[in-house]
Nanobody, 125 residues
Framework: QVQLVESGGGLVQAGGSLRLSCAAS????????MGWFRQAPGKEREAVGA??????YYADSVKGRFTISKDNAKMTAYLQMNSLKPEDTAVYYC????????????????????WGQGTQVTVSS
């Protein structure tokens, strides 16, 4: 089992920045890839990005504004969010899977085995 705990959410003005953290514990050898997803009220869950081995993937809506990184020593993944927009408002979740996600699979939420509890990000206009 892998436990994931997100932190770093909050309220920020449009144009601001936040950094989310996702700390993994437990059987972290089962977390080869880590993804970030978000869900806004009344909307479906959306894949934001993922880091798999040395590869990073991003949704078009966040490309150039968000950056995913991972500190293997700390078993923590990060989502640096810059130039935030009101439409980025959502609950953000990190997730882990036991394989190396590819460019065609990183968006598939049902392929992630472990999920964090989520952290709220609110961007005011």
């Amino acid at each position: 089992q892998v436990q994931l705990v997100e932190s770093g959410g909050g309220l920020v003005q449009a144009g601001g920045s936040l950094r989310l953290s996702c700390a993994a514990s437990g059987r972290t050898s089962s977390a080869y890839s880590m993804g970030w997803f978000r869900q806004a009220p009344g909307k479906e869950r959306e894949a934001v990005g993922a880091i798999a081995w040395t590869y990073t993937y991003y949704a078009d809506s966040v490309k150039g504004r968000f950056t995913i990184s991972k500190d293997n020593a700390k078993m923590t993944a990060y989502l640096q969010m810059n130039s935030l927009k009101p439409e980025d408002t959502a609950v953000y979740y990190c997730a882990a899977r036991g394989d190396i996600a590819s460019g065609s699979t990183w968006r598939n939420s049902n392929e992630y085995d472990y999920w964090g509890q989520g952290t709220q990000v609110t961007v005011s206009s």
